[in-house]
T-cell receptor
Framework: DTEVTQTPKHLVMGMTNKKSLKCEQH?????MYWYKQKAKKPPELMFV???????INESVPSRFSPECPNSSLLNLHLHALQPEDSALYLC??????????????FGSGTRLTVV | AQSVTQPDIHITVSEGASLELRCNYS??????LFWYVQSPGQGLQLLLK??????LVQGIKGFEAEFKRSQSSFNLRKPSVHWSDAAEYFC????????????FGKGTMLLVSP
């Protein structure tokens, strides 16, 4: 299995809703990432988990809450989002956080619309 | 810290013509270098990567890239473009020392004309 699977593919939520994005990989990768991507922009790093521990939080608002239940799963919990949070949310994984561990594998993303 | 510049926001190429997408990086040493492609509404797919050794790197879908240390560049090339190559292309760099994450360029949108 050489894929990163993200669900759902599309999500529409109101500003008072709570929802979760899910990401799964079975490549034995020990680093997992959440990125946010607005149209015609590069991906922006949000969070990094390494060995199931939060390693990097790029000053993301608390309405985004990541969780790594085990080495294969990564969740992003959403609450009280704003319309400007509408974007493509990408999950990625890599073998580790250094050197030739690079070469991330990306999922196909969740297209989030906040109304 | 490393940085990446992709000078071209858009490039239009005729189908069957050759392609070169430019990427310049800034880093204190030779970084790890990558090219990714993203079709509309999709995730990023790794085309190729440079770690060390031969400076001409072959990738998937007929793409290649050449690392030129003297120019701090890692340009992506393809001899004959197909309509299905139309997509956004991102160059990325990673540090060789310590723990870090990839830094992406702003991307180049490739349009293919018939």
């Amino acid at each position: 299995d050489t894929e990163v699977t993200q669900t759902p593919k599309h999500l529409v939520m109101g500003m008072t809703n709570k929802k979760s994005l899910k990401c799964e990989q079975h490549m034995g990768h020990r680093a997992m990432y959440w990125y946010k991507q607005k149209a015609k922009k590069p991906p922006e790093l949000m969070f990094v988990y390494s060995y199931e521990k939060l390693s990097i939080n790029e000053s993301v608002p608390s309405r985004f809450s990541p969780e790594c239940p085990n080495s294969s799963l990564l969740n992003l919990h959403l609450h009280a989002l704003q319309p400007e949070d509408s974007a493509l949310y990408l999950c990625a994984s890599s073998q580790g956080l250094s050197g030739t561990d690079y070469g991330y594998t990306f999922g196909s993303g969740t297209r989030l619309t906040v109304v | 810290a490393q940085s990446v510049t992709q000078p071209d926001i858009h490039i239009t190429v005729s189908e069957g013509a050759s392609l070169e997408l430019r990427c310049n990086y800034s880093y204190g040493a030779t970084p790890y270098l990558f090219w990714y492609v993203q079709s509309p509404g999709q995730g990023l797919q790794l085309l190729l990567k440079y770690f060390s050794g031969d400076t001409l790197v072959q990738g998937i879908k007929g793409f290649e890239a050449e690392f030129k240390r003297s120019q701090s560049s890692f340009n992506l090339r393809k001899p004959s473009v197909h309509w299905s190559d139309a997509a956004e292309y991102f160059c990325a760099v990673g540090a060789r020392r310590g723990y870090s994450t990839l830094t992406f360029g702003k991307g180049t949108m490739l349009l293919v004309s018939p």
